[in-house]
């Protein structure tokens, strides 16, 4: 009786997961085109331009709704057949930063920026807030939104007056210089990680060293054109050649050689950036954040810890806003994503490195849709904090009244002889640690071969770097409680080098334990062929934070100076924040080096103007780390208090 009725309960119950199978299958696909009209318009601009414009419309006129708008660069057409198509028969799969906004119901603009394909006018890279000499055609971001807000009011039938603007990346620079002089309906903006200041650990510069492997694999193809224009309708790709970037930018080694593997059209728009080799007017007038003034609308400004494009424009973004209008709302979403990794992915994990719950899905929920439906809508936010952080290592969010957290306090690792790191002083004893950097023999900054710049890398395992003897590497003893460290990381050197210029890499990691846990990648099936090799986590060497300093500009980024040979120097600097617990049975672990190949140029090693440089220029150096008395060199970090949070 007892194998009977296990057998009708199977069967019910089989019988039950076949019926949700067949009903799943026999739901209707979701339709943008079902619940929306489509428009297109060319707004006009107070001095004449016209700005290509796409609306997207409920259908149900029964209520009003707020705009919800992004201005890009990128074309407000529509991916179809694998190309780009303009028209008003073309929909997208979705419209919405999410799927609730679409059933919420929003009337959705996307606009084509002044100068980039159906829109007219010339476009500028990073358009200056401030130009005095403003040429015919090229405008200002924060007035051409004022003009298109004011347009789409008076000619958009059934909204309620209230604007949103929100954008990623690219997008997100747009967003914030289009709420400078806030137009007073726009209530809500989420700039989301915005271009910000090129050149300080931004997109194009970090420590006044050029981030070579992503700007040319972006450059290569994001190319200006005639505009109006729906082309290009794909983007070519740039062929390396060859699969390796290490190997295609070692070949061609000077700045002038790489250059010269691109058509003009390529090199236009990438090589200002390269020339511009100091933090002059040229970087000056494109860092929107001094003028991010006079805001209105309450902004909710997001980024990813392991951003490798825009990891600081959201921290410098949000804190120039709250710096500049204490009396409008600005927040803080910091998680552990990469570029633009919350939009549409779970943000569950990022290569071999877990963060147990689908990130991605709670920001888009829990914190992005209610926040526009509190300011767009009047809706409650039971969510409101100023700062949603998510702390990693420990994989739990946080929420703090401010950025970086005020019960954060400075300590400082220090370096100490035969790799010792620890929160003491070391005693005396050897006074430096050495190596020799040879620029022809670069330090990769992954272990496999790419073009580009691998999304992985801002949590790849540094175990292949300890290996070389170009790389310094110092750990603590495993530790007994959880450490947090919370804000920025800062290293404070003394160094030497026989050259006359040198960049430092200075990398915190998280070394895991002998023993840990094996991860879904290491279960291999039983019997057949042999099976590829598997990373262990035990003994992972997690990159938490990397950044280099190029050494000219350890006095400033505007006033390059030589090293002299030999003499002993201070190299400080700050890097881009963290949240990270090192937990209990880990180790800490800092690794210095003097190249970060392609992911950084080339240092020669000389003192020169970088993009000049020639083959003889590049030349073997011996650097030197002192841990003397006086000369006690470390990282100073925020540390949060060891107590429950």
């Given at each position: ?7 009708l ?18 739901a ?23 700005l ?34 303009y028209?008003v ?30 829109s ?11 130009n ?10 924060s ?22 603007i ?40 970090h ?7 992503a ?51 390529q ?16 970087w ?42 204490p ?5 803080l ?21 877990n ?16 926040f ?20 990693t290592?420990?994989?739990v ?28 002083q ?6 430096f ?33 300890s ?12 530790l007994?409680?959880?450490?947090t ?14 050259g006359?210029d ?6 915190l990691?998280?070394?895991y ?51 002299t ?28 080096q ?48 060891a107590?429950?949070?």
């Open positions: 009786m007892k194998a009977r009725l296990t057998a309960a199977l069967s019910m119950l089989l019988g039950g997961v076949c019926q949700q199978q067949v009903l799943a299958a026999e209707p696909k979701y339709s943008l085109r079902e619940h929306y009209t489509k428009y297109e318009f060319n707004i006009p601009m107070r001095d004449g331009v016209k290509f414009t796409v609306v997207y419309v409920p259908k149900d006129s029964s209520k009003s709704y707020p705009f919800l708008m992004q201005r890009t660069p990128y074309s407000a057409g529509v991916q179809s057949g694998g190309e780009l198509h028209g028969d073309f929909y997208p799969e979705h419209i919405g930063p999410s799927q609730e906004f679409e059933d919420s119901g929003y009337i959705f603009v996307k606009q084509d920026v002044r100068g980039r394909y159906m007219e006018g010339k476009w500028q890279e990073m358009t200056p807030h401030v005095a000499q403003r040429a015919k055609g090229q405008g200002n971001e007035e051409d939104m004022h003009d298109t807000v004011d347009w789409l009011l008076k000619n958009v039938a059934n909204n309620n007056g209230k604007v949103g929100l954008g990623i990346s690219y997008p997100g620079f747009y967003t914030s210089a289009s709420i400078i002089d806030s137009h007073p309906a726009i209530k809500a903006a989420s700039p989301q990680a915005p271009v910000t200041d090129l050149f300080m650990n931004d997109d194009s510069y420590g006044g060293a050029f981030m070579l492997a700007n040319f694999d972006f450059y290569s193809a994001f190319v200006e054109a005639e505009n109006p224009t729906p082309l290009p309708k794909t983007w070519d790709r740039f062929d390396y050649g060859t699969a390796d970037g290490y190997e295609f930018f070692l070949k061609h080694l000077t700045m002038s050689n790489i250059l010269g593997t691109m058509t003009p059209k090199q236009a728009l990438l090589r200002p950036t390269i020339e511009h080799s100091t933090y002059d007017e040229f000056k007038t494109r860092n929107i954040a001094a003028n991010l003034k006079n805001i209105k609308a309450a902004v909710l400004t997001v980024g990813g810890w392991y951003d490798a494009e825009d990891l600081q424009g959201p921290l410098t973004t949000y804190a120039s806003i709250k710096k500049n209008n009396n409008t709302y600005s927040g979403v910091m998680g552990p994503w990469v570029h633009g990794g919350w939009a549409r992915g779970e943000g569950k994990r990022l290569g071999y490195v963060f147990d719950s689908k990130t991605g899905e709670y920001f888009r929920s829990q914190i992005q849709f209610p526009f439906e509190q300011h767009l809508k009047d809706a409650k936010n039971k969510n409101s904090a100023e700062v949603y952080a998510f702390e290592g420990s994989n969010w946080r929420n703090y009244a401010v950025w970086p957290p005020k019960q954060a306090q400075a300590r400082t690792l220090y370096l100490g002889e035969n790799g010792t790191l620890s929160w003491k070391p005693a005396a004893g050897a006074a640690d050495e190596y020799v950097a040879d620029p022809r023999k670069p330090v990769p900054f992954t272990s496999y071969p790419a073009n580009g710049a691998p999304k992985e890398y801002m949590v790849g395992d540094q175990r292949f770097a290996t070389r003897p170009d790389v310094l590497t110092w750990r603590s003893e495993p007994d409680e959880d450490v460290f919370a804000g920025p990381v800062k290293p404070k050197l003394f160094v030497s080098t026989t006359t040198a960049d430092w890499v200075v990398k990691i998280d070394v334990p002998p023993e840990y846990p094996a991860g879904d990648d290491e279960e291999r099936p039983r019997g057949g062929d042999v099976a590829k090799p598997q990373v262990t986590m035990a003994g992972f060497q997690q990159l938490v934070r990397g950044d280099p300093l190029r050494g000219k500009f350890r006095n400033g980024f505007d006033n390059p100076q030589p090293f040979p030999g003499k002993v120097e201070t190299v400080s600097y700050s890097m881009s924040d963290i949240n990270h617990t090192f937990r209990r049975g880990h180790r800490i672990m800092v690794q210095i003097s190249s970060w190949f392609p992911l950084v140029d080339l240092n020669p090693q000389t003192f020169v103007d970088i993009p000049k440089a020639k083959p003889e220029d590049f030349q073997k150096a011996t650097q030197r780390v002192y841990h003397a008395p006086a000369m006690y060199s470390g990282i100073e970090v925020q540390v949060l208090p107590t429950p949070r």
